[in-house]
Nanobody
Framework: QVQVVESGGGLVQTGGSLRLSCAAS????????IAWYRQAPGKSRAWVATITSGGITTYAASVKGRFTISRDNAKNTVNLQMNMLKLEDTSKYYC????????WGQGTQVTVSA
């Protein structure tokens, strides 16, 4: 059974940066299209970014130009570099396979303060 673990969240001021990491044990992340999602309190989970097995990346309009999704195949992780953070980026962030999703991990909390 694949276990997904997200890490790297924290408290940061507006304009700051964080780097999230997604590790999926029991599988090879590079063989899958992987996406990051986020969910704020009281809201549904929203898609943030995707990286395909071929390395093609796509982003939600709200994060394009500020966030970068990438793979570290040596570590079997998918990362999300978040720059120029805004208050509205405050959410719990999750990663998962795009198709035939795994069980969701616990997520990692990102809180952006003024």
């Amino acid at each position: 059974q694949v276990q997904v673990v997200e890490s790297g969240g924290g408290l940061v001021q507006t304009g700051g940066s964080l780097r999230l990491s997604c590790a999926a044990s029991g599988t090879t992340a590079s063989n899958n299209a992987i996406a990051w999602y986020r969910q704020a309190p009281g809201k549904s989970r929203a898609w943030v970014a995707t990286i395909t097995s071929g390395g093609i990346t796509t982003y939600a309009a709200s994060v394009k130009g500020r966030f970068t999704i990438s793979r570290d195949n040596a570590k079997n992780t998918v990362n999300l570099q978040m720059n120029m953070l805004k208050l509205e980026d405050t959410s719990k962030y999750y990663c998962n396979r795009v198709y035939n999703q795994w069980a969701w991990g616990q997520g990692t909390q990102v809180t952006v303060s003024a």
